[in-house]
């Protein structure tokens, strides 16, 4: 999937490690615009009678603040039912398989404009409305086909994925259900505010769900116990991998925006992290099982700090600098892609013992020097022994930490940095408070901090599934991570046998780049030329991917020469795929940021496979040797 052109801007230069030129101020609102509100998507527009929809939508000039009250406010274009107030995202429509729809759409802004969508279904070509300036159009269709759909509007002669700052917020929903369906979901809207002055210069960027970026965004409540859905759609330019702290959700249908497909139980997955193209949907269900302050949220890094801001810099957290570690304030450490999830407990709960837990020791560590361009490595290390890693000590990726299904574990984390940091277990399902989540993490008055130098912490945790997870700093994410603070967690029902079950932990090596550029360095097994992988012929093999690369997503091939090999896919995110799904297809796949995967591959007899690991558009490509030798016994 190639990212699209106006994505490619997020790139400019990322292979240059250069210091940004001055920004530009923002652009302003003109004085007559209208400030539009967030709009959560809960309540429908319009007015049903004898199953017709009737509605008028307006597109308006607005102003606009993505992110807090105090925080920039800028011009954009936004979507209003008639007679109300602007809203980002626009109005909600939805309504019952079978309504009729007529739509009045007004066009109030200073510029022409083309609307999509509000056919869902009809392809864009047939589903495309011109609108001149002061022009009125009546829409009349029958929604009919169950699912989630939007409708979005551009400037003439752009596609949705090359929208511009004034346009960007020209989004809204659709979601007709079939009779008798429930309608207590959550929807969720991605969308991004994007300006760059000239294509060259440093752009400006707000990650936005529902029309605002975290801590702004909405806090979801619920009890345990909850079954809950959720709608999902991604209406920005760019990929984002959705993670879900706590729980592991079914993906129970997929869109295009034209088109909503649902999946069939037998097919369905169980994950905690997916990644969702550009202009797809998806809707998950999940139950909350456990209580606590849980997070959904995008998983690349940079959608989540504080470059997915305005400016970057907030009055409320401190500032950048050259000479001076990034240390955000409590409440700030996260910004963009994120909501909050607050599960109440049921009466009488009481949290699972941990006694007799199994104790482990693991360090975070920093050496100079010792990454691309002279960065300094950071990485947790695990001991090994009975005494303490050398304070100086570091791998590449972090140390591989297994554990057992079902039984307690008690994990001490010593912080030798000189920053604070957090360790989240991705994946896990554990109880909340030692998920890692920086002042979010907990329940009720017991709340996680974070690791502060030179101070330690205890992870109390029971692992209930075996399977494949990563771990990683959950503070200065992107940075942290960069610099090594990643590693693969696998939790089993016994010893592995390593002659036939093979890591792969992909991910950044250095140096975090400042200021909105991608990190340029990928590694494999914390290399950018890894040693080979052997395998035995005849024997089949499992190979686990681990994809933590805070800023790519990667496609990975299984080659022998120019063939594309097979292999059987049998895990995902740590769970068990359905038997439907475990059969032998071609070995390439495509990962974001916190997915793992797990495959089967028999090697038909010696020689020697080639594993591309490469980003998705340019960026870095390494090659991973498997070789394969004779079949034992041979």
């Not at 990034?326 to 996260?334: A, D, F, I, K, T």
Request: charged share 15%; hydrophobic share 40%; glycine share 8%.
């Amino acid at each position: 999937m190639p990212l699209a052109t106006s994505a490619l801007l997020h790139v400019v230069l990322h292979a240059q490690l250069l210091t940004p030129p001055p920004r530009l101020a923002l652009p302003r609102p003109a004085p007559t615009a209208v400030r539009a509100v967030v709009h959560q998507n809960r309540t429908p527009a319009g007015r049903v009678a004898r199953n017709v929809l009737t509605l008028g939508i307006d597109i308006v000039e607005s102003a606009w603040r993505p992110e807090g009250p105090t925080e920039p406010e800028v011009p954009t274009l936004a979507f209003a039912e008639s007679g109300q107030t602007p809203s980002v995202p626009g109005p909600l429509i939805r309504v019952r398989a079978g309504t009729a729809l007529v739509l009045t759409l007004r066009n109030r802004a200073d510029t022409a404009l083309v609307v999509w969508g509000l056919r869902p279904g009809a392809g864009l070509a047939a589903d495309s409305i011109q609108l001149a300036t002061g022009a009125v159009r009546e829409v009349r269709t029958t929604l009919n086909a169950v699912g989630t759909f939007y409708y979005w509007a551009a400037f003439p002669g752009l596609a949705s994925s090359d929208r511009f700052w004034r346009d960007s917020q020209l989004n809204g929903v659709i979601v007709v259900d079939a009779p008798g369906a429930p309608t207590n979901d959550r929807i969720l809207l991605l969308s991004e505010w994007f300006f760059q002055p000239d294509g060259v210069r440093q752009f400006e960027s707000a990650l936005l769900i529902n029309g605002k970026g975290w801590p702004h965004t909405e806090t979801m409540q619920f009890t345990q116990g909850d079954s809950v859905r959720m709608r999902v759609i991604n209406v920005s330019a760019i990929p984002h991998p959705m993670h879900l702290h706590g729980f592991f959700y079914r993906i129970e249908s997929r869109g295009n925006g034209m088109r909503d497909t649902p999946v069939p139980l037998a097919r369905q997955i169980l994950t905690n992290t997916d990644l969702l193209a550009p202009g797809e949907s998806y809707t998950l269900a999940f139950e909350t099982s456990t209580p606590g302050n849980w997070l959904f949220h995008c998983h690349f890094a940079f959608h989540i700090d504080e470059s997915a801001s305005l400016h970057g810099i907030h009055t409320d957290s401190t500032a950048h600098t050259a000479s001076a570690v990034p240390m955000p304030r409590r409440s700030e450490h996260m910004r963009g892609l994120v909501v909050g999830l607050k599960v109440a407990p049921r009466a009488g709960y009481a949290a699972p013992s941990t006694a007799g837990a199994r104790r482990l020791n693991l360090y975070a560590q920093e050496r100079a020097g010792r990454l691309a361009a002279g960065g300094t490595q950071q990485s947790f290390v695990l001991q090994n022994g009975p005494n303490p890693p050398a304070p100086d000590s570091v791998v590449m990726p972090s140390s591989v930490i297994e554990l057992e299904r079902g039984k307690p574990v008690r994990i001490m984390v010593h912080n030798r940095l000189r920053e604070p940091t957090a360790v989240h277990w991705h994946g896990l399902e554990i109880e909340s408070f030692p998920d890692g989540v920086p002042h979010w993490s907990g329940l009720g008055s017991q709340v996680f901090t974070e690791v502060a130098a030179q101070d330690s912490f205890a992870a109390e945790f029971t692992p209930p599934r075996s399977g494949t997870y990563p771990y990683h700093s959950h503070l200065n994410d992107r940075r942290q991570m960069t610099s090594g603070m990643y590693g693969a967690l696998l939790v089993t029902d016994g010893p592995r046998d390593l002659t036939r079950d093979h890591l792969v932990v992909i991910g950044g090596a250095g140096p975090w780049v400042e200021d909105k550029f991608e990190s340029p360095y990928g590694a494999v097994n914390g290399r950018r030329s890894p040693p080979p992988i052997r395998l035995a012929a005849g024997v089949t093999h499992r190979l686990r991917f681990v994809m933590l690369h805070p800023d790519w997503a990667v496609n990975i091939a299984l080659q022998n020469d120019s063939t594309v090999g097979q292999w059987t896919p049998i895990a995902k995110d740590g769970a068990d795929l359905p038997a439907a799904l475990r059969v032998p297809v071609r070995a390439r796949v495509m990962m974001g940021p916190g997915e793992t995967a797990d495959f089967e591959f028999t090697a038909p007899g010696p020689g020697e496979w080639t594993l591309h690991v490469m980003t998705d558009g340019p960026g870095w490509h390494v090659v991973q040797r498997i070789v394969v030798g004779p079949a034992p016994g041979a």
